[in-house]
């Protein structure tokens, strides 16, 4: 049966760097027998000028009905002076909620060619494969009471709660160690538990579930100030990060730096249900409009969804190595250029991947 694909281009690069995915998705449609439907509609700030609100029913209905979406970012300066409850990001946040896609994968691998563009020193960074897999659908993001309240003497408050359950680490626990099984069986847990309550707790439910469930899997605790320098210091030693939303959001950005730019770190975000696709970087204003976005990290989302939502691996794989070719021949957008190679604009690298996608899918 045919699998329907919502893409929400959203705002800033979003359309500019979704396009070029859709590209890839259209040529496996209409080239190779793919039997996927594409249907699109706004999220984020666009929804906002639209609609009036950042996700549209009509929006959450396509998402609620679809196989798998992708979706390219949302936000920007044109919508910020609008109060928190109503902002573009809450666009994304309801679709996490609603479609409950509580455990966000965001691989941080580092192509070869790539080595060079990295700021670490190369023996460094050369051969990282991290997977940061970040709790998405808790902590301090929807934690109640929030808000900013006036106080007697007229000055203000603001106040944000984390807060998780322990059904919520252990399901993300479980992701966490079910993919490090398939890896180097190697889980890094990270929080704040000299501090924090909350992660106190995180830490018990990770430590009792990796003793009972997976004895096979080694496990560590990170404390997050310590992690974000050891991701700098020595990222080879990580396989798999398992953290809370807010750490997760900020050490995968981190992350992202040293696989050469943060516009190749595609990321999906799973539930028991559904399955969203989308690059981990944001809308981009600064270079929005201005056809030099990277289109990878959205691109290696769709092989993401390949893999995991449309049940055609191989695809996945041919999608990575096109990938992995067209950086071998020196094609590279301004965000991962470096002498000796050609600077491209976002439809140039988007029409390369899809010609090295082309070449190989043959054999
Ligand atoms: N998932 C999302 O939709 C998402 C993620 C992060 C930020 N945001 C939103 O995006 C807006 C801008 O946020 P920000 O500036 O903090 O983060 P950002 O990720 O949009 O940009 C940070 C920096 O990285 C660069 N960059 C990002 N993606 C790139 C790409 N594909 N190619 C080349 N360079 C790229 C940008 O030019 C910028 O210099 C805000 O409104 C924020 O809330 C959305
Ligand atoms: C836009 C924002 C809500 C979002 C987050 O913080 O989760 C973004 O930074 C991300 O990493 O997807
Ligand atoms: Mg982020």
Redesign the pocket.
């Known amino acids: 049966m045919s699998k329907k694909i919502a893409v929400l281009p ?5 359309p500019e ?1 979704v396009a070029e995915a859709v590209k890839v998705l259209a040529y496996l449609r209409d080239e190779q027998g793919l039997d996927i439907s594409m249907a699109e509609a706004p999220v ?1 700030g666009a929804a906002i000028d639209a609609t009036g609100v950042p996700l549209p029913d009509s929006t959450l209905q396509l998402a609620l009905n679809a196989d798998a979406v992708l ?7 044109k ?2 002076p609008l109060p928190h409850a109503v ?3 809450r666009g ?1 946040l309801g679709l996490r909620k609603r479609l409950d896609l509580f455990a966000n994968l965001r691989p941080a691998t580092v192509y070869p060619q790539l080595v060079a563009a990295s700021p670490l020193k190369p023996e460094l960074v050369s051969g990282i494969d991290i997977l940061v897999v970040r709790e998405l659908t808790g902590d301090i993001y929807f934690g109640e009471p929030r808000g900013v309240e006036r106080l007697p003497d007229g000055s203000r408050r603001g106040y944000n709660t984390m807060v998780y359950s322990e059904a919520e680490i252990a399901r993300i626990a479980h992701v966490a160690f079910k993919a490090a099984r398939g890896r180097q069986k190697k889980v890094c847990s990270v929080d704040k538990a000299n501090v924090l309550e909350t992660t106190e707790l995180w830490r018990e439910v990770v430590t009792e579930i990796g003793r009972r469930d997976y004895p096979d899997v080694e496990l560590s605790h990170m404390y997050v100030d310590n992690a974000a320098m050891q991701l700098i210091r020595w990222p080879r030693q990580f396989d798999v990060i398992v953290t809370g939303n807010i750490f997760g959001d900020i050490l995968s ?1 981190e992350a992202s730096q040293l696989t050469g ?3 190749m770190l595609p990321s999906a975000s799973l539930g028991d249900k559904y399955g969203m696709y ?10 929005a409009g201005q056809g ?7 691109i290696l989302s769709a092989a993401m969804m390949l893999r995991y939502s449309l049940n055609e691996p191989v695809w996945a794989e041919r999608i990575e190595a096109a990938v992995s070719r067209v950086l071998d021949q020196g094609l590279r ?3 991962i250029y470096a002498e000796g190679t050609r600077k491209v604009g976002t439809a140039e690298m988007g029409d390369a991947i899809l010609a090295a996608l082309r070449q190989g899918g043959q054999g």
Do not use: C, F, K, Q
């Open positions: 959203g705002d800033g690069i979003g760097i984020g979706l390219g970012a949302v936000g920007g300066p919508w910020e902002r573009p990001e994304l950005d730019s943060i516009g989308e690059p981990i970087h944001g809308s981009a204003p600064d270079i030099i976005a990277n289109p990878i990290a959205t957008t301004p965000d």
